[in-house]
């Protein structure tokens, strides 16, 4: 393993130990659900938007130490971020994972996530808090274009 790969390895598992943003925010503009039924991966992700902004953002759920980290690293990644610039960081992030893209410097720590590609049954894992959020986002911008 190279000294890269160990120190992404070893960022994953602070984020899966000491995650952040984890809990539910009491009344979110987006609350969203996403669940992964081949391995059990369960994450809840819930935003407050003000301005069009991500005020503040939780995720709650279960799963293996990638899904949760993943979701982690996404919550520091999103928080602050327009949801325009929270929705192209879903599009660099679901690239980078697919290979079509480098991780450009807009990922910070989420760049860790890169070696999973080398492991295709734990892309999932690794995008599922991410599309969790995508499809909240969709759900906010189509309440709000009505």
Known sequence: MSALDELYRELILEHYKSPRNRGRLDQPDIANRGHNPLCGDDVEVSLQIADGKVQDVRF???????SQASASMMTEAIKGKST???????????????GEAEPDETLGDVEALQGVKRYPVRIKCAMLAWTTLEEG??????????
């Open 60 to 66: 709650q759920g279960k799963g293996c130490s990638i």
């Open 84 to 98: 325009d610039e929270a929705r192209a960081l879903v599009d660099g992030f679901k690239a980078m994972m697919k």
């Open 137 to 146: 986002l969709d759900v906010y911008s189509r309440a709000k274009s009505a």
